[in-house]
């Protein structure tokens, strides 16, 4: 059996190696390295494949974050809700920018962000919610966008976990995550579903004026050279990054099909231990195939373990070279950086609860059915002891 990555990158260019390479050269040989023609290309394919009118390339998912929030004229002290359990970046930029970070508990079967506790959180001050669609999982956008309608509230998709997964709303109609709020963010970052080899990222928007205003803000405030409209920053995405984006686009959906038909294999092997809580579809779809929908593209497969020592299994697994991640092991509200005399424990019931539990196993395109049998096999032994 080949060795187990968490995350197989050289097994995945392999694959597309002839063609990475060159777009690589000709980028070389035009040297065309910041907005050239291999960024317009992307921008025009991403933007055909999402069904968005505007894709509007940046340096890194963090900055697609906070520009979104530029562009959109948010103000210090305005009230930005997001959830406690994700990575870091979301709440970072609304620091960042002087706004007021809201953080709320999340589902306990979804992970993503709890409606209800966005209602609660919901004062004069908000402006906007930024719910996450977290490990790939499409957040309940039907929900989000009424609450944003009845509250006059900005939606920001946080979308670099989840490009390519279809949202189902209850009329039965589809949208790609991102091209639901006002405006969203994505990652490129090298182990995304969507991945360049560095920094890379993205925002998508249906609104004209919006990206307008955000094309200037990722280019120092420019729309005309050395005439700077409005205040901006330096957040570009540079050509090579894009002519790699440009080759793995075409495979983005055979990339996240091979992901969900990982997951089915994880799952099924799981489904008789009642120490294990295995991801969940979205509630359109009844099945229990993943690959049967595609409201969940696995950035991560994420397992819940209950009355186990998930730190042992940890332990147990990377003995075993079985690498794997707990994602997220502290939540935001009691990170050094985000605490606040607001927030009360009792509030975050869910989030306290998952950081102890949770575990993600290697999930990547490039996993065969030995090291999927190996991997489920290890964590099957260790909870039966």
Same mark, same amino acid.
């Given at each position: 059996?080949?060795?187990?990555?968490?995350?197989?990158?050289?097994?995945?260019?392999?694959?597309?190696?002839?063609?990475?390479?060159?777009?690589?050269?000709?980028?070389?040989?035009?040297?065309?390295?910041?907005?050239?023609?291999?960024?317009?290309?992307?921008?025009?394919?991403?933007?055909?494949?999402?069904?968005?009118?505007?894709?509007?390339?940046?340096?890194?998912?963090?900055?697609?974050?906070?520009?979104?929030?530029?562009?959109?004229?948010?103000?210090?002290?305005?009230?930005?809700?997001?959830?406690?359990?994700?990575?870091?970046?979301?709440?970072?930029?609304?620091?960042?920018?002087?706004?007021?970070?809201?953080?709320?508990?999340?589902?306990?079967?979804?992970?993503?962000?709890?409606?209800?506790?966005?209602?609660?959180?919901?004062?004069?001050?908000?402006?906007?919610?930024?719910?996450?669609?977290?490990?790939?999982?499409?957040?309940?956008?039907?929900?989000?966008?009424?609450?944003?309608?009845?509250?006059?509230?900005?939606?920001?998709?946080?979308?670099?976990?989840?490009?390519?997964?279809?949202?189902?709303?209850?009329?039965?109609?589809?949208?790609?995550?991102?091209?639901?709020?006002?405006?969203?963010?994505?990652?490129?970052?090298?182990?995304?579903?969507?991945?360049?080899?560095?920094?890379?990222?993205?925002?998508?928007?249906?609104?004209?004026?919006?990206?307008?205003?955000?094309?200037?803000?990722?280019?120092?405030?420019?729309?005309?050279?050395?005439?700077?409209?409005?205040?901006?920053?330096?957040?570009?995405?540079?050509?090579?990054?894009?002519?790699?984006?440009?080759?793995?686009?075409?495979?983005?959906?055979?990339?996240?099909?091979?992901?969900?038909?990982?997951?089915?294999?994880?799952?099924?092997?799981?489904?008789?231990?009642?120490?294990?809580?295995?991801?969940?579809?979205?509630?359109?779809?009844?099945?229990?195939?993943?690959? #049967?929908?595609? %409201?969940? =593209?696995?950035?991560?497969?994420? /397992?819940?373990?209950?009355?186990?020592? &998930? @730190?042992?299994?940890? !332990?147990?697994?990377?003995?075993? #070279?079985?690498? %794997?991640? =707990?994602?997220?092991?502290?939540? /935001?509200?009691?990170?050094?950086?985000? &605490? @606040?005399?607001?927030? !009360?424990?009792?509030?975050?019931?869910?989030?306290?609860?998952? =950081?102890?539990?949770?575990?993600? /196993?290697?999930?990547?395109?490039?996993?065969? @059915?030995?090291?999927?049998?190996?991997?489920?096999?290890?964590?099957?032994?260790?909870?039966?002891?």
């Amino acid at each position: 059996m080949k060795k187990i990555q968490m995350v197989d990158l050289k097994g995945q260019y392999k694959n597309i190696k002839q063609q990475v390479d060159s777009s690589i050269m000709d980028v070389i040989e035009t040297t065309a390295f910041i907005n050239g023609p291999e960024v317009h290309e992307f921008q025009k394919e991403l933007e055909e494949y999402l069904n968005v009118k505007h894709v509007i390339p940046c340096a890194n998912g963090t900055d697609a974050l906070q520009i979104a929030m530029m562009g959109l004229g948010l103000k210090p002290e305005d009230e930005v809700i997001t959830a406690d359990f994700t990575f870091a970046a979301t709440v970072e930029v609304i620091a960042l920018l002087g706004l007021t970070p809201v953080l709320v508990d999340v589902d306990p079967v979804t992970f993503n962000i709890d409606v209800e506790a966005v209602k609660r959180a919901i004062t004069p001050k908000t402006k906007a919610i930024v719910p996450v669609h977290l490990f790939g999982l499409a957040s309940d956008m039907d929900a989000i966008m009424a609450i944003a309608r009845e509250h006059d509230l900005y939606v920001i998709e946080d979308n670099a976990q989840g490009i390519g997964a279809d949202y189902i709303s209850a009329d039965g109609s589809k949208q790609k995550t991102g091209t639901i709020g006002h405006v969203a963010a994505t990652s490129f970052f090298p182990s995304k579903n969507l991945g360049c080899y560095g920094d890379g990222g993205a925002i998508f928007t249906n609104d004209d004026e919006l990206a307008h205003t955000i094309r200037g803000i990722v280019n120092h405030g420019m729309y005309v050279r050395y005439h700077h409209d409005v205040v901006g920053v330096n957040s570009r995405l540079d050509s090579i990054q894009a002519a790699v984006l440009r080759a793995k686009l075409p495979h983005l959906d055979e990339y996240n099909n091979a992901r969900k038909k990982t997951a089915t294999k994880y799952s099924e092997a799981f489904k008789d231990i009642p120490e294990i809580v295995t991801p969940q579809n979205c509630e359109a779809c009844k099945s229990d195939k993943y690959e #049967d929908c595609n %409201c969940h =593209v696995f950035h991560q497969y994420t /397992l819940r373990f209950k009355n186990t020592d &998930r @730190d042992a299994l940890v !332990k147990y697994l990377t003995d075993k #070279d079985i690498p %794997c991640g =707990v994602y997220y092991p502290i939540p /935001l509200h009691l990170q050094k950086a985000y &605490r @606040d005399e607001r927030y !009360k424990e009792e509030d975050f019931v869910v989030t306290n609860q998952l =950081v102890k539990e949770v575990l993600s /196993l290697p999930m990547h395109t490039e996993l065969d @059915d030995e090291q999927i049998n190996y991997i489920a096999k290890s964590v099957i032994e260790f909870i039966k002891g």
